[in-house]
């Protein structure tokens, strides 16, 4: 297949995990009480840990990285740290602001708008 042709040791990887699903875990829906808000008691989230879609998300990840420049990543431990930590940072006019605030979870990304852009960058790289 592709893999052997293409000899890329993580794309031999993910299409073992593909081949091999069944060892992988479900996504798993739960839900946390939300205490600020009365009109929605529940707040739903997904957990992907150790699914297919978890792997394919680090895969992603490994991919879009170069794409992004040089970026700066701030890890944030609560709601009160990004502005001390965001205090310094100079963000020109042709830059943008991403935040990704939960790993392997990509719900708010506006796929519309930063897919056009991806794949840009990715035509910009591979000519």
Not at 4 to 15: D, G, H, N, T
Not at 109 to 122: A, D, F, I, Y
């Amino acid at each position: 297949m592709f893999t052997e042709e293409s000899k890329e040791i993580w794309l031999e990887r993910m299409a073992h995990h593909i081949e091999y699903s069944s060892n992988m875990k479900c996504p798993e829906l739960y839900c946390l009480q939300k205490i600020h808000k009365t009109s929605a008691p529940f707040r739903l989230f997904t957990s992907s840990v150790n699914s297919l879609t978890s792997s394919l998300t680090i895969l992603l990840s490994k991919i879009l990285q170069p794409l992004t420049g040089k970026c700066n990543y701030i890890q944030v431990k609560n709601s009160r740290q990004p502005p001390c930590n965001l205090k310094d940072v100079n963000i020109e006019a042709n830059n943008v602001l991403v935040n990704y605030d939960v790993h392997d979870i990509f719900a708010c990304t506006r796929v519309e708008k930063e897919l056009p852009q991806c794949l840009e960058s990715w035509e910009r790289m591979v000519p």
